[in-house]
């Protein structure tokens, strides 16, 4: 287990998905912008188009574009696809081991981003806020604006640019399952207003409906709740090691010990059984839509 606010640290609060410490300083981003810079030149110089060099390296052309510029963190598989399709030089693999975070990622998250990008499993519970996967813009600016201390304005954008992009997730990784155990309170609430609410439940609804997600609200009336203990986030790589993730106000506790795991998927087990199923979720959630 190792804490938050550590060069081990676990996930910040934008790539954990909640909003969390959000107010943290972004880290810089030039070393991904000079890793693009390379990607670009040994594309071109290979002749290759980046509609090319996307289908070779079997990910999006957005997404290379996005490595490109500098604006999104290649995970390894990237690294590896870029590196066969561009003559195994190790020059990527070696520039690769420099990257720090992209703009609008609080400063200790370092670990999470990089698995979960990589996942094939990832589940989520949220007792406070919706997560930010899962979150319209209106919904996540809200969020940025109430932050204290309060945010620039070039913060909030860099916020939100982080936060689009990583959303880009759900559907870029088909193949990945994604469920999320959300408190029927957060909707409730009304963050941000009746209009913000209703593009919220709209949007959870919207997502829902891909075949990779799993959406469940637990009902605001629950005799047993295995989840008091606070939001929990559970991930599976390839390689079928499983981390977790805990977010508080101020940072977050990354684990890795099989053990405490154990605990954690126990607990969340035990909340998919407590929730309302699927089906009965997003009747609750148009309910609440319609009675805005």
């Known amino acids: 287990m190792a804490y938050g606010n550590t060069d081990q640290g676990g996930a910040g609060a934008e790539a954990a998905g909640g909003c969390g410490p959000v107010g943290g300083e972004p880290e810089a981003s030039d070393s991904l912008r000079t890793f693009g810079a390379v990607v670009q030149a040994l594309r071109e110089h290979a002749g290759l188009s980046r509609a090319e060099f996307a289908e070779r390296v079997s990910f999006s052309r957005h997404t290379v574009a996005s490595v490109e510029q500098g604006r999104r963190m290649p995970d390894r598989h990237f690294v590896e696809q ?25 400063s200790w998250f370092r670990r999470w981003a990089g698995l979960e990008a990589e996942a094939v499993t990832l589940y989520t519970y949220e007792c406070r806020m919706v997560p930010g996967l899962l979150q319209p813009e209106s919904y996540a600016r809200t969020l940025f604006v109430d932050q204290l201390p309060p945010l620039s304005d070039e913060q909030i954008e860099a916020q939100w640019a982080a936060r689009a992009e990583r959303q880009r997730l759900l559907r870029e990784r088909p193949n990945t399952t994604f469920g999320f155990i959300l408190e029927e309170h957060l909707f409730l609430r ?5 209009e913000v609410t209703r593009m919220l439940i709209e949007h959870v609804l919207e997502v829902a409906r891909l ?4 959406i469940q609200v637990m009902p605001l009336v629950r005799p047993s709740h295995a989840g008091l203990a606070g939001p929990v986030q559970l991930l599976e790589t390839s390689e079928a090691r499983w981390f977790a993730y805990n977010e508080g106000q101020r940072g977050g506790l990354f684990f890795a010990d099989p053990k405490e795991i154990s605990v954690l998927q126990r607990r969340y087990a035990r909340m998919r059984a407590q929730a309302l199923s699927l089906e009965d979720s997003a009747g609750l959630l148009r309910e609440m839509r319609g009675a805005l």
């Open 82 to 106: 870029a590196e066969e399709a561009l003559g195994n030089t190790g020059a990527l693999r070696q520039a690769a081991l420099h990257l720090s975070r992209q703009p609008g990622l609080a």
């Open 190 to 194: 009304r963050t941000g207003g009746v």
């Open 211 to 214: 075949r990779n997600v799993e």
